[in-house]
């Protein structure tokens, strides 16, 4: 099911898959429009550790105890929302433990894929490509059309019988507006050039250029001496700052240099945790990584933001 908006894909379909009766695992850095979907359901959610599958389970067991005990019956469902990529840490989601979570507890999963899809996986198909799970053990995968398919809007993918009730109950579906068609031939077309149906190799190429890129930069950035946060794989590179006052200035000292950098502070994310977000793209060559990365070593310098350590030995050279 296609919605006109990716924000509200989340915030608007949630409070038609929960309620009152449901008990909901929230990771606790889930985008704030799965926080303002669940809130808006009006269920029980507890937020476990960030992407710790254990803490989940155990968050799950004691507040399925205690809702039983304080209203003498189950809930009706429960549900655990995660998200593939997260977009302010770069971290990628230990799906296969969170799959075993929701069998062994006979929960639901839902899974926001809205920086994974078509960034991760030998075929591009996201966090379930990545890791080589059955897509059948998510119940509800859901992503957003303006970043791999470069137009706007979201989806929510399911079972026939799901998306045939989110179609009846869905505030977003029922009373958004429609897409136009040039987006609508955007996403078919990204669509067929990610899976191949387009007659070329260019998406398989793209999807093994962003992993290159992304392994590369990553490993680069950590050389010069930044403190950041993800998975080596992970396209969404966060650049830790930690002060408010640095991310802001270390924006403005890039745009001289005619670098554009998200400067991203309190409340997308804590407030002692602010950062710089690199997003990579298959389309960046090495030559204008490695400008970017002679950019940011003398920003870093300048602003004393080198909070990490070389994992690497002296003289290391990384691969492109």
């Given at each position: ?86 977009s302010m840490e770069g971290t990628i989601?230990?799906l296969p433990s969170f799959i075993e ?220």
């Amino acid at each position: 099911m296609v919605c006109p908006m990716g924000f509200g894909t989340n915030s608007m379909n949630l409070p038609a898959i929960a309620n009152e009766n449901t008990l909901v695992l929230s990771d606790e850095l889930n985008h704030a429009s799965l926080v303002l979907g669940l809130r808006l359901s009006k269920a029980k959610v507890v937020v476990f550790k960030h992407n710790n599958a254990k803490n989940c389970e155990f968050k799950l067991r004691n507040a399925l105890a205690e809702y039983i005990h304080k209203n003498g019956k189950s809930p009706s469902k429960i549900l655990i929302v995660v998200e593939g990529i997260y977009s302010m840490e770069g971290t990628i989601t230990d799906l296969p433990s969170f799959i075993e979570v929701k069998k062994r507890n006979k929960a639901y999963l839902f899974v926001d894929e809205a920086h994974s899809i078509g960034a991760l996986g030998p075929r591009g198909r996201g966090v379930v490509d990545y890791w080589g799970c059955n897509p059948r053990d998510i119940d509800v995968l859901m992503g957003t059309l303006t970043k791999s398919f470069a137009s706007a809007g979201g989806y929510i993918a399911g079972s026939k019988a799901l998306i045939g009730y989110l179609r009846n109950n869905s505030a977003v579906y029922n009373y958004g507006t429609a897409m136009s068609p040039a987006l609508v031939g955007q996403i078919s077309e990204a669509l067929r050039i990610i899976c191949g149906e387009d007659g070329t190799t260019t998406g398989q190429e793209k999807i093994q250029r962003l992993l290159r890129n992304s392994r590369y930069f990553r490993k680069r950035i950590q050389q010069l001496g930044f403190l950041i946060y993800g998975q080596e794989d992970s396209p969404v590179v966060p650049i830790m700052t930690f002060f408010i006052s640095k991310v802001v200035a270390t924006g403005r000292e890039a745009l001289k240099y005619n670098l554009g950098l998200i400067a991203v502070g309190f409340p997308a994310t804590a407030i002692t945790k602010a950062r710089a977000r690199v997003c990579l793209s298959a389309d960046h060559t090495k030559e204008q990584l490695d400008q970017v990365l002679n950019i940011l070593d003398i920003i870093g310098d300048k602003m004393n933001i080198k909070y990490g350590k070389n994992p690497f030995p002296d003289g290391y050279i990384v691969e492109y």
